[in-house]
């Protein structure tokens, strides 16, 4: 018994849209906590969202990371969402063509810059966030809470840029610390 060929056809079409979304979702959950940040580390994590948020926005994200070796937990955590909120900021508000993302140590120091070269916005002086920001405000705080600091330097029609600087505990920089 089968169905008539009208609704053979809208079924096939939902399935092939549920197999979409499911696509879809798989992806963005990968995104959200990938395994690779915890299997190999926050660099290749950041290649892959990268990769991911570049594919769907049809933004050039251009990475440069001079850095090896495995960080703390909380670090690679840190570095990994604030990279992945600056990427959506770019492109939901931004309307950037570019993006760079910078990753180098300076001695017991993590630096990280994501810069776009986008719609940029004002800054409210003293703070360096606009008037909206949660997710900005959101970095900050997350920077702060393992002892960080993070700037953003932004002005209308010329870009945004944030600067994370993350201290590292001496010898534990390359420690693969407990990944739960």
Same mark, same amino acid.
């Given at each position: 018994m089968g169905m008539p060929e009208a609704q053979q056809e809208q @079924?096939?079409?939902?399935?092939?849209? %549920?197999?979409?979304?499911?696509? !879809? %979702?798989?992806?963005?959950? !990968?995104?959200?906590?990938?395994?690779?940040?915890?299997?190999?580390?926050?660099?290749? &994590?950041?290649?892959f969202l990268a990769d991911g948020v570049s594919k769907r926005a049809n933004l050039p994200i251009h990475i440069d990371a001079t850095v090896s070796g495995r960080l703390p937990t /909380?670090?690679?955590t840190t570095l990994y969402r604030i990279v992945q909120e600056a %990427?959506?900021? &770019?492109?939901?508000? &931004?309307? /950037?063509?570019?993006?760079?993302?910078? /990753?180098?140590?300076?001695d017991f120091t993590q630096c990280c810059t994501?810069?776009?070269?986008? &719609?940029? @916005?004002?800054v409210r002086s003293?703070?360096? %966030?606009?008037r909206k920001g949660l997710g900005l405000v959101a970095m900050r705080e997350?920077?702060? /809470?393992?002892?960080?600091?993070?700037?953003?330097?932004?002005?209308?029609?010329h870009g945004t840029e944030i600067s994370i600087r993350l201290p590292l505990e001496g010898n534990d920089a390359n420690t693969n !610390?407990?990944?739960g």
């Amino acid at each position: 018994m089968g169905m008539p060929e009208a609704q053979q056809e809208q @079924f096939t079409r939902i399935k092939d849209l %549920l197999n979409e979304v499911e696509k !879809h %979702l798989r992806r963005y959950s !990968h995104e959200l906590r990938p395994t690779i940040l915890d299997d190999l580390g926050w660099v290749p &994590a950041i290649r892959f969202l990268a990769d991911g948020v570049s594919k769907r926005a049809n933004l050039p994200i251009h990475i440069d990371a001079t850095v090896s070796g495995r960080l703390p937990t /909380a670090v690679e955590t840190t570095l990994y969402r604030i990279v992945q909120e600056a %990427l959506t900021n &770019a492109v939901k508000h &931004a309307k /950037a063509s570019n993006l760079w993302i910078r /990753a180098w140590r300076e001695d017991f120091t993590q630096c990280c810059t994501i810069r776009d070269d986008g &719609a940029g @916005f004002k800054v409210r002086s003293g703070q360096g %966030l606009p008037r909206k920001g949660l997710g900005l405000v959101a970095m900050r705080e997350r920077v702060s /809470a393992i002892g960080g600091t993070l700037q953003i330097e932004s002005r209308p029609g010329h870009g945004t840029e944030i600067s994370i600087r993350l201290p590292l505990e001496g010898n534990d920089a390359n420690t693969n !610390h407990s990944r739960g």
